[in-house]
């Protein structure tokens, strides 16, 4: 773990406990610090006022529960590396499927499946509560372009010590695309994150908010080439435990380009519904600009929370 990042004392301990326990815990921590005046937690306001539209009040609880969150995500890694499998058994235990018939009834098509998860939450945990609930012995593969990210690849390893089969396979060529193409046929479930910049390749429009959002989107081409059912996932935390959220599960059967913009509805409609419900969830906020030209003006990252708008896109 030599590569991996130092874990604060306080995280560890923090990680040590049992779900529920740690979170509620943090949030104390959390609110401590508030009412000593330590932690203003604006940093997002600005963002929040002009992307979602909110009043300033409102931008500012959840730009604070944002920062929150932030730590909360940390921890849970800390979590997933350090604990016993039978704890990191019973916090997957703690994730609920919002509607777990759908799930059910695409795991019994014997189909191949492609996970669409955003980054929110703590979505390894959601990612493996679906393997073992709905596709127990089956493999997941999750599609990456970078293999330097030392200590997510070892938390996620330690779920092949909860009994799922994970691999990792860094597409940047199309040779590698095709390997996942053949890992799904042969039923590996596969992981394609939906909410990656348009640097990642097959950018499609997803406007979203009022601004012209560009998502990634090779995920219909993987689908179509593998006759894959594509099921959108979000996963949210609550103090209690975690949710996963289903979109509308899809499939792709040619390349026409309304076909093409259709399914990009679906993911686009999946996205913004995600993040409009659980904004402080999201990851990729800090990145904000590498999803919209350079002509889109929001509001700027910074603590001040300036008033006049700043071009975020480079």
Known sequence: ????????????RLASLPLAWRRRALRALVASRRLLGRDKGDGFAATFESVLRLPRREALRLSREAVHHDV?????????????IAAIQRDIDRVTVSDPAVMERVAAAGRPVILA??????????????????????????????????METEVIERLR???????????????????????????AVVVVFCDLDPSYGAPAEMPMFGLPFRFAFGTDTLARLTGATVVPVATTMDDHGDTVGLGQPFEVRGNAPEERAQVAGIMRRHIQ?????????????????????????????SPAGGEAPQTLAA
Request: glycine share 6%; with cysteine; aromatic share 10%.
């Open 1 to 12: 773990m030599s590569n991996a990042p130092h874990i604060p004392w306080t995280y560890a």
């Open 72 to 84: 909360a995500a940390e921890i849970e890694w800390c979590a997933l590396h350090k604990r016993p």
């Open 117 to 150: 998860p955003l980054h929110m939450g703590a979505y390894v945990l959601g990612l493996a509560a679906l393997m073992l609930r709905y596709f127990p012995g089956r493999p997941m593969l999750i599609l990456r372009q970078r293999d330097d990210m030392a």
């Open 161 to 187: 010590e909860v009994d799922v089969d994970v691999r990792f396979l860094t597409v940047g060529e199309r040779s590698d695309f095709l390997s996942a193409v053949r890992f799904a046929q042969k039923g």
């Open 273 to 301: 519904a995600a993040i409009a419900g659980r904004p402080e969830q999201w990851h990729l906020w800090p990145m904000l600009a590498d999803y919209l030209p350079s002509s889109a003006n929001v509001q700027d990252n």
